[in-house]
């Protein structure tokens, strides 16, 4: 039995390596005929929040030779990951918004899954490694600067980027196997895996085993170890109780368990928690991709003494300058 001919191509087409779509629709935020314009402004100034305040506390970080320490090193990071999941994702998202056309190409929508499997996987390591860098400096403060040297921090994060890199990968590489339907209407703003193995002919049982492990144990090995990283933290404070240890504490914790809450509460919201793919799931998808990321730099500025002493300094530096 000969395979199909594609003309275009010249070659013989097999089902086991071939898409039958060239191009994905993605249906965006479930919002009335007319709002597009409000809800354009909306995120484009959500997004531009997020870049600017980001990248503010990037060059916070880089320019006042105070905050050279492992905690901000691990938080510029997460600062750069966050600018690049919403950057993944939003600019399409409101570009569909104000051309009101849906369609992403097969490749596009591949690629864009990929790098946003890389950065949401290195939030999710950042804020373990986060966890771990608290639990040294308040459980073993004397010995700060020796467990937490220049070689494991750069290791932690080189770890996270390289983990991340090949989970995203391997999802990916199993993904572009599958042959697609003629229904390729994605009901998101984005392409999600969960969403596209649903529009997938081909048995996605292989893609599934790999999600429920693999990335099983990449989501919930950060949890325990920023769980374990508290309980041991709060285990340490109860034994001397005092208001001048509960304050330290808090203010050295509180911001990155703020953020913590928001990041595995979207999780739970989008992949846990729901049935089916609804407008309450884009929700949490917005609050995960375009909230959070956005809320982060405040998050961590207005709850941190160091950040906003640095900033008072460059815009002192500033105003000089201008003098």
Known sequence: MELPFD????SSMGPENQ???SEFLLLGLPIWPGQEHGFFTLFLGMYLTTVLGNLLIILLIRL???LHTPMY???????????SLSSVTVPKMLMNMQTRQQSIPYVGCVFQLYFFMVFAGIDNFLLAVMAYDRYVAICHPLHYTTIMREGLCVLLVAGSWILSCVNALLHTLLLVQL???????ISHFYCDLSALLKLSCSDIFLNEL??????GMLLFLPLCIILSSYVRIGTIILRVPSTKGLYKAFSTCGSHLFVVSLYYGTIAGVYIFSSSWDSKDI???VMYVVVTPMLNPFIYSLRNRDIKQSLVMCVNRVN????
Do not use: M, N
């Not at 790999?210 to 990335?215: A, D, Q, R």
């Open 7 to 10: 003309s275009q191509t010249g």
């Open 19 to 21: 898409s039958s779509v």
């Open 64 to 66: 006042d030779s105070r």
């Open 73 to 83: 090193f691990f938080l510029s990071h997460l600062a750069f990951s966050d600018i």
């Open 179 to 185: 042959s697609f339907c003629a229904d390729s209407t």
């Open 210 to 215: 790999v999600i429920f492990t693999v990335g």
């Open 283 to 285: 929700i949490a998808s």
């Open 320 to 323: 000089v300058f201008k003098l």
